[in-house]
């Protein structure tokens, strides 16, 4: 079973940047889709960010797209998510998740909804000022 921990966030200004790490342990990620997540207070749990299995397809909503990247190391079984142009609407703990289901197994799967995860960390604050 994986075991996931993300770590990167803080306060930054408007405009700013963070990247947020994701390391896993326990298991090898290789096998699995990854994702990122943000939760803000009162608010459902939001798609960010997606990956394949081998790193060759990523997948973004169009509200962050052009402004996050996602990335894995499969061979430092990390995953990361870069956080450029922040907004104050950006605001909200970010959470990686692996998608570990053997339906899910294929290099070609990616997941854009909570329920196709399995695995979660414990999230990381990122907190955007005006």
């Known amino acids: 079973q994986v075991q996931l921990v993300e770590s990167g966030g803080g306060l930054v200004q408007a405009g700013g940047s963070l990247r947020l790490s994701c390391a896993a342990s326990?298991?090898?990620?290789?096998?699995?889709?990854m994702g990122w997540f943000r939760q803000a207070p009162g608010k459902e749990r939001e798609f960010v960010a997606a990956i394949n299995r081998s790193g060759s397809i990523k997948f973004y909503p169009d509200h962050v797209k052009g402004r996050f990247t996602i990335s894995r190391d499969n061979a430092k079984n990390t995953v990361s998510l870069e956080l450029s142009l922040l907004k104050p609407d950006d605001t909200a703990v970010f959470y990686c998740a692996a998608a570990t289901a053997t339906t899910h197994g294929s290099n070609y799967y990616i997941g854009r909804a909570p329920r196709e995860y399995d695995r979660w960390g414990q999230g990381t604050q990122v907190t955007v000022s005006s």
């Open positions: 326990g298991d090898t990620i290789s096998s699995y889709a």
